[in-house]
T-cell receptor, first 114, second 118 residues
Framework: AQKITQTQPGMFVQEKEAVTLDCTYD???????LFWYKQPSSGEMIFLIY??????QNATEGRYSLNFQKARKSANLVISASQLGDSAMYFC???????????FGTGTKLQVIP | NAGVMQNPRHLVRRRGQEARLRCSPMKGHSHVYWYRQLPEEGLKFMVY????????ESGMPKERFSAEFPKEGPSILRIQQVVRGDSAAYFC????????????????FGPGTRLLVL
């Protein structure tokens, strides 16, 4: 079974609009961490946001927020007020287990339209 | 530059040669991870190391691949007798320490090494 599932291979969003990128995960470990990374066309991996399994509140970092629904095992990324520079691949990832092995999803390619 | 450093950024090898990829973690980070990314795919975990120790190598191919993180110097990912299927981007990441919470857990990535095997 896939540990991390990103069902949207590609997404379009109009500049200045909000967009939600979906991520579901599968784990039986009660302690885990969820991450979102951005990979622009230049190739580097940029950390965006983190959510711990015991965190009570949804994580926010500037224009990024994580819609964490524990019972549904979903950790969707919400980008508000999209900018052209947001065009990139976005990867959801999960750390589970004692050795911080991280599993990545297949990614969602976001394109922001002017 | 206080970030994770990787070199070389691009590496071209012929089949049968050896590839050595280097990674210097962020200052203060003692945990290093290597990932491989094939074109149009996500990152696949390869190995997790601390200084002088391999913690988890469950993602490493059984043959030709090895990794080390010596007491002094960068972490090295070595691929012996490369084949065309080894062509990929290899990313190194580092984290502060093991534990829970964003500060401890978050892995920061280097720019990657693009390996091309001819």
């Amino acid at each position: 079974a896939q540990k991390i599932t990103q069902t949207q291979p590609g997404m379009f969003v109009q500049e200045k609009e909000a967009v939600t990128l979906d991520c579901t995960y599968d784990t039986s470990d009660p302690s885990y961490g969820l991450f979102w990374y951005k990979q622009p066309s230049s190739g580097e991996m940029i950390f965006l946001i983190y959510q711990g399994s015991y965190d009570q509140q949804n994580a926010t970092e500037g224009r990024y927020s994580l819609n964490f629904q524990k019972a549904r095992k979903s950790a969707n990324l919400v980008i508000s007020a999209s900018q052209l520079g947001d065009s990139a691949m976005y990867f959801c990832a999960m750390r589970e287990g004692p050795y911080q092995k991280v599993t990545f999803g297949t990614g969602t390619k976001l394109q922001v339209i002017p | 530059n206080a970030g994770v450093m990787q070199n070389p950024r691009h590496l071209v090898r012929r089949r049968g040669q050896e590839a050595r990829l280097r990674c210097s973690p962020m200052k203060g980070h003692s945990h290093v991870y290597w990932y491989r990314q094939l074109p149009e795919e996500g990152l696949k975990f390869m190995v997790y190391l601390q200084k002088e120790n391999i913690i988890d190598e469950s993602g490493m191919p059984k043959e030709r691949f090895s990794a080390e993180f010596p007491k002094e110097g960068p972490s090295i990912l070595r691929i012996q007798q490369v084949v065309r299927g080894d062509s990929a981007a290899y990313f190194c990441a580092s984290s502060l320490r093991q534990g829970w919470g964003m500060e401890q857990e978050t892995q920061y990535f280097g720019p990657g090494t693009r390996l091309l095997v001819l």
